[in-house]
């Protein structure tokens, strides 16, 4: 006893008097025991009671064991558990342990949370094959064979779903481990094991947003390019229209001066010579189609006068039909679509009668072999979501004029080039290339838009969007004319205004044939000078375009001096002052150049004879 720690040593003799007491025979305890250099050594004692005939304790024989090793290893072991434990949950991972030989699993609570089994829950290696996903079943344990396998020992490093079994909720994790090998036999297979599931999510987000951000690019890379090619296409057709209203308005001044002397060279021989005749009229005829080409460059330009009123679309298709079979031919069937209660709009009636005929002649040579065109009016309303067709459209509502065949349709790069001046698939001599161009001009023209849709074999679909009517406008009747009428002329003074010396003389000629007395200026100077001359002027004819002073500003000042004074203009151009948006003054009268002597007589009489 006196070798026993003292702190032990009471609870040890309590304990062994006990059993030499009692009826017992084993006994054994754990205590600290003095060594011979004065350190105490912890000691397992066993002892046995030898007991006589009736049982009384005759002597105790037993032996110790010295724990101090064994202890030190213990409390090693138990400061690395710590340790592990410590790292495992500040990296929020967990452990396992598989025992190959055993067949046992150690998982520690946080590794059962990663499969949804609470922490006092057993576990064995059932539990991890069923917990896996079943869509990671197969690469997951084929990894881990592949790690217990002694001819690989490969690094086991997967991730995985688990389906937890006790809440059902798919998790992901990211295991580690490697096998332990006696020889050649796996006998164990240890490793880490940690949630990934924020981290999948954060990397599904982000593909997700990065695919987003791609997509957004893309779209908004093509927008760009497609506003820098619409933004190419209009300053290309700007600087073309340019270009063509300068050489138009130089040929209306040379076909005024071949035009209207060879109808008073007509008028002049009669038929006295029919061969003469008929030179002068072939002469006219291709003059006259010069003028028209000269017309379509202007309206492509945007340059040509226009006269709109307030529209309804639907009785000018009405209206047109009977000239639209009759242009189209006996093979392809019309069919006209008319929407009921269709808005008005306002525009040139006589120019969208020609526009509307371009289209209709445009598809009869898509449709060599018959065929069926729609003409199609609509309300339309196009708003900030309206489809890639209608992208390019402004918001607003329209009236829609949709020309449509089921003829051969156009590529992708034919319908690119469709209204782009002198382009033309025919072949040579079997058009100018200016149809559509003319088309595009009026439309854009009469604040409009239109689109072309096209496929090869499919046909072709031209939609015009003319911006609809709100405010109540009254309708400007133009003078009437007629083809019929005989000429006439009277006895009013005219005034003639021309800086062109040829197309001066033809108007000198042109009014005097007709009985009127004429004087003639070349500018506004002598022009003004000659009206305060003479009093009994009744008509300023004038050019617009002049140097120096132009025909508005002429006829302005002419006007202050004689209020009464009738006034009509011409030109060959109209980008002009009697235009607002290029579209002519009310109280304006205008005959473009070129022009006939009928065309002269009647404009010339229906301005003299208004009424103010």
């Known amino acids: 006893m006196d070798h026993i720690h003292p702190d032990d040593r009471a609870r040890v003799d309590a304990d062994i008097h006990a059993v030499i007491e009692g009826d017992g025979t084993a006994w054994n305890n754990e205590y600290r025991f003095r060594r011979a250099d004065g350190s105490f050594a912890s000691v397992l004692d066993r ?29 090693a072991l138990a400061k690395s558990e710590e340790r592990l434990r410590f790292a495992t949950e500040a990296g929020d991972m967990g452990f396992w342990d598989v025992d190959l030989v055993a ?59 688990t389906v937890g079994k006790e809440d059902g909720i798919v998790r992901w994790v990211a295991a580690k481990g490697r096998g332990h090998f006696e020889g050649d036999r796996c006998v164990r297979v240890v490793g880490v094991v940690i949630e990934i599931t924020a981290r999948k999510i954060a990397d599904a987000r982000l593909k997700e947003l990065n695919e987003h951000l791609e997509s957004r690019v893309l779209e908004e890379v093509a927008e760009r390019t497609r506003v ?11 600087a073309v229209g340019q270009l063509t209203g300068g050489i138009a308005h130089d040929f209306n001044n040379m076909l005024a001066t071949v035009i209207g002397p060879l109808d008073l060279l007509a008028m002049r021989l009669g038929d006295n010579d029919p061969r003469t005749k008929r030179y002068i009229d072939m002469a006219i005829d291709g003059a006259t189609r010069a003028a028209q080409l000269t017309q379509r460059l202007l309206a492509f330009s945007r340059q040509q006068p226009l006269q709109p009123v307030p529209l309804d679309v639907n009785q000018l298709v009405a209206g047109m039909s009977d000239l639209l079979v009759h242009s189209l031919g006996s093979s392809i069937r019309l069919q006209t679509v008319l929407a009921a209660e269709l808005w008005r709009t306002f525009a040139d009636a006589n120019q969208l009668e020609n526009v509307i005929l371009n289209l209709a002649v445009n598809a009869r040579d898509a449709l060599p072999g018959g065929g069926r065109l729609t003409v199609e009016t609509a309300n339309g309303e196009i708003t900030a979501g309206a489809g890639s067709a209608q992208a390019e459209v402004p918001d607003g509502e329209y009236v829609l004029i949709t020309v449509a065949d089921n003829g051969s349709g156009m590529p992708p790069e034919v319908v690119a080039k469709a209204f782009d001046p002198f382009f033309t698939t025919k072949k040579v001599g079997q058009g100018t290339g200016l149809g559509l161009s003319q088309v595009y001009g009026f439309v854009k023209q009469s604040a409009g838009h239109v689109k072309i849709r096209s496929a090869v074999g499919q046909g072709t679909t031209v939609t015009l969007y003319l911006p609809r009517l709100i405010a109540d406008i009254a309708a400007t009747p133009s003078p009437t004319t007629s083809g019929t009428a005989p000429l006439r002329g009277g006895r009013e003074r005219v005034l003639i205004v021309e800086d062109e010396p040829g197309v001066r003389q033809f108007s000198i000629d042109a009014l005097s044939e007709l009985g009127y007395p004429v004087l003639a200026a070349e500018g506004a100077a002598t022009a003004l000078a000659l009206l305060d001359s003479h009093p009994d002027i009744a008509l300023l004819f004038t050019d617009v375009v002049m140097p120096e002073v132009n025909g508005r500003q002429l006829a302005d000042e002419a006007l202050k001096r004689r209020p009464d004074l009738k006034v009509l203009f011409t030109t060959g151009y109209s980008r002009n002052a009697l235009e607002h948006d290029g579209v002519l003054d009310p109280s304006v009268h205008l005959i473009g150049k070129p022009f006939t002597l009928e065309e002269l007589a009647l404009r010339v009489r229906a301005v003299l004879a208004e009424v103010r």
């Open 47 to 75: 002892g046995t009671v030898l007991r006589g005939a009736v049982g009384e304790p005759l002597r105790m024989i037993g032996a110790m064991l010295d724990l101090t090793v064994r202890e030190a290893a213990e409390a």
């Open 103 to 161: 067949d046992a699993l150690i998982w520690p609570p946080r590794t059962k949370a990663m499969f949804g089994i609470s922490a006092d829950v057993p576990v064995s290696l059932r539990d991890f094959n069923e917990g896996i996903h079943p869509d990671d079943r197969a690469a997951t344990l084929a990894a881990f064979a592949a790690a217990a396998d002694p001819a690989q020992r490969a690094l086991y490093d997967v991730e995985y779903r």
């Open 228 to 238: 820098e090619d619409a933004l190419r296409q209009s300053q290309k057709m700007e």
